[in-house]
């Protein structure tokens, strides 16, 4: 049995990801098509050894498609979404355009599978966002064992979470610097420097002083692992191109300590732990970079309240922050006999 797939978005960096992964992980894909806007009809993208030419969304017929990985930003997903699924074809959304809606599942596999059920409603399942997708595979088995009643946690993005023009910035910002005269160029994608510099701005601004990015973290995490969790975080851009890093301060209801707790997270589905007490002995986002596991390192106890830990988690942000989740949400489909053929 093989399956149709068209990738929107293609040429993006997450479209682009899904493509390699797909023939990497070797779905079982009858045709591949390469879709994006129609700027880029013709543009070439890699699926394996075999080079695509992009399509133009607005034209395609998706009627013999059997699943659609949407990666064109939320704007986009909101007016075609609805139209792709209308069509037969199941369509697993990597915007937060879909993401908080009751009829849509928001599927991490190693964490909630089985709510992938639900996509019947609408025909669509959501990805959710980047760095709460790395956190909650790092989490569930924690909360599995001492149920977490709290997260702090800070955020270390990398610039490919805010697409490709964002890494373009950081590469000529960091360029420029040993350029004289175009040492103090205005930045554009970003509201300050970005190279040498750390931003504490992801998304945009809310009433309460939280960005959106700080937002998604807090009402993912709940809609996912568990709505009982307390959830605060501190979203900051730094330069790094690929990868995102975390720093987590964890409550639970019950004692857990850091040797158990490594134990646990050393068997956990999609987690890979790093954690020796000495220098190098902990993972970095540019060692995680082409990876698809969660890093664990840091793991230590919290002594300053009862039952807390601490954790570095570490994944990149292309691959199980977006692309990979994606194609595994399709392979669970796949599993489970929940994918219908398309007529
Ligand atoms: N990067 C991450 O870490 C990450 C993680 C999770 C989720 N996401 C989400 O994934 C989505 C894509 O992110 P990205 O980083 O890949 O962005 P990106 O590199 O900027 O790529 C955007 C893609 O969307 C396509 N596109 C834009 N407007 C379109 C239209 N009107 N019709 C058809 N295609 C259109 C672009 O095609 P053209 O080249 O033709 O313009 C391009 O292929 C976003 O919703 C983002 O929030 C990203």
Same mark, same amino acid.
């Given at each position: 049995m093989s399956y149709n797939v068209a990738v929107v978005g293609a040429t993006g960096n997450v479209g682009r990801e899904m493509l390699s992964i797909l023939a990497e992980r070797q779905f079982a894909v009858g045709e591949v098509h390469a879709l994006a806007s129609r700027r880029s009809i013709g543009v070439e993208v890699s699926f394996g050894e075999q080079t695509l030419k992009c399509k133009d969304l607005e034209t395609f017929? #998706?009627?013999?498609?059997?699943f659609c990985l949407m990666s064109a930003g939320s704007a986009v997903s909101k007016e075609w979404s609805p139209k792709i699924a209308a069509k037969g074809c199941i369509v697993i959304d990597n915007s937060s355009a879909w993401r908080y809606d009751q009829d849509v599942p928001l599927i991490v596999p190693e964490v909630n599978a089985d709510a992938v059920a639900g996509y019947t409603r609408k025909n669509i399942i959501a990805n959710p966002n980047c760095q709460t997708m790395q956190m909650v595979v790092a989490l569930k088995p924690l909360h599995d064992r001492a149920t977490i009643t709290r997260v702090v946690v800070a955020t270390y993005q990398s610039v490919s979470g805010a697409g490709k023009e964002a890494m373009d910035e950081l590469w000529t910002r960091t360029r420029d610097k040993y350029v004289p005269g175009n040492e103090d160029r205005e930045p554009r994608k #970003?509201?300050? =420097?970005i190279a040498f510099n750390c931003i504490p701005y992801c998304g945009t601004f809310m009433e309460d002083g939280y960005t959106s990015e700080e937002w998604k973290m807090v009402a993912e995490t709940k809609k996912i692992l568990d709505p009982r969790i307390k959830v605060t975080a501190t979203c900051v851009r730094v330069p790094v191109f690929v990868g995102h890093s975390e720093a987590v301060n964890l409550e639970f209801e019950r004692p857990l300590s850091a040797d158990e707790a490594r134990e646990i997270l050393r068997e956990a589905p999609g987690c890979l732990v790093i954690d020796?007490? =000495?220098?190098?002995g902990y993972i970095t986002p540019m060692e995680a970079a082409g990876e698809d596991a969660t890093y664990i390192s840091r793991i230590r106890e919290d002594a300053t309240v009862e039952n807390g830990l601490n954790i570095w988690v570490v994944s990149d942000n292309l691959r199980k922050g977006a692309a990979l989740n994606a194609v595994q949400i399709a392979e669970l489909l796949v599993n489970r006999k929940l994918l219908k053929k398309a007529a």
């Open positions: 017929d #998706f009627s013999k498609v059997d #970003f509201p300050k =420097e020796k007490h =000495e220098p190098g």
